[in-house]
């Protein structure tokens, strides 16, 4: 019988600047952050939907997903509540395949996410098409457990982990930038740690259920 052939390993902890982000502390547990109950998700009724301007849009089974590849991701990750994880392995299905099997068009700039609860988060394409970038599944080697998004979650580590959206069920391609939920709320369109990108938005909207980070 063949050996499986490792995973490909994408290594994006930071080498040529200050590793902690201004305004975050270092920890090293793995708090648990989200507004709304934690929904049970079963795998194998489980759907991904691919839609928006996209030349191939798709509605993806949990068999499917899996079927474009797995990717370990070696990472830090930053919460806008101001706490640091170094030194994280996150295993899943990279963006990037996805990409690939659903072919953006040239007029797709944004992608609305989509989650359990009519939770969403918006990102501009090009931080999203990032390597390192995943469909997390595991962490540390283990399945990621509910309370942390499992069994599937985005993990955009470059990003505050609001963006990393748990329990997503969808991505949805625009031509421009529109708010998700806690963008909507006041959050930050972006989110990037080291230039503490929180808040930013001038029009909060009240707070609707379903929220997660």
Known sequence: MP???????????????????????????????????????????????????????????????????????????????????????????????????????????????????????????????LAANLLATHFDGEALTPEHGGPIRLLVPHLYLWKSAKWVTGFEFLDGDQPGFWEANGYHMLGEPWQEQRFGRPDPVPMRRGSRR
């Open 3 to 129: 050996d499986t052939p490792p995973r490909p390993v994408v290594d994006v902890r930071p080498r040529d600047r200050e590793r902690l982000p201004p305004g975050q502390v270092l920890t090293q547990k793995w708090p648990v952050l989200h507004y709304g109950e934690v929904p049970t998700v079963f795998p194998e009724a489980w759907r991904f939907d691919v839609t928006g301007l996209v030349a191939a849009p798709h509605s993806f089974s949990w068999d499917d997903i899996h079927d474009l590849g797995m990717q370990d991701t070696l990472c830090d990750m930053h919460c806008v509540t101001q706490w640091s994880r170094f030194d994280n392995v996150f295993s899943g299905i990279p963006v990037l395949a996805l990409l690939a099997a659903v072919q953006p068009l040239p007029e797709a700039t944004h992608v609305l996410i989509h989650a359990e609860e009519n939770y969403t988060t918006n990102l501009p394409l090009a931080e999203l098409a």
